[in-house]
């Protein structure tokens, strides 16, 4: 297994791995962090896009391929669903400060 080419496919599609603790630290350490996070929060848009797009040929998916398949794509699309849900509840947060 080629491990850099999964953590880049994570780090494609998951970026709250690059956020840093905002309530650790000084608060000089807490306020350069929460403005690390605020800049990476602008990126957030494009993550919840590609998840809308993998939502929506699992959606497809679920449509064309037989009754046996369907439900382990179901629980892709759950998934997806998810994560776009916290994405923006995330970015939806970062735009209301």
Same mark, same amino acid.
């Given at each position: 297994?080629?491990?850099? /080419?999964?953590?880049?496919?994570? &780090?494609?599609?998951? %970026? $709250?791995?690059?956020? !840093?603790? @905002?309530?650790?630290?000084?608060?000089?350490?807490?306020?350069?962090?929460? /403005?690390?996070?605020?800049?990476? &929060?602008?990126?957030? %848009? $494009?993550?919840?896009? !590609?998840? @809308?797009?993998?939502?929506?040929?699992?959606?497809?998916?679920?449509?064309?391929?037989?009754?046996?398949?369907?439900?382990?794509?179901?629980? $892709?699309?759950?998934?997806?669903?998810?994560?776009?849900?916290?994405?923006?509840?995330?970015?939806?947060?970062?735009?209301?400060?």
């Amino acid at each position: 297994m080629d491990f850099k /080419r999964i953590k880049r496919t994570i &780090a494609y599609f998951w %970026p $709250l791995d690059a956020y !840093r603790h @905002a309530d650790r630290g000084t608060i000089m350490e807490r306020a350069a962090a929460f /403005r690390h996070n605020e800049k990476l &929060a602008r990126s957030l %848009p $494009l993550y919840i896009n !590609r998840w @809308a797009v993998s939502a929506s040929v699992e959606l497809i998916l679920t449509q064309v391929l037989p009754a046996a398949v369907v439900p382990p794509i179901a629980i $892709l699309f759950t998934a997806s669903f998810c994560a776009i849900t916290t994405l923006t509840a995330i970015w939806m947060l970062f735009k209301r400060g």
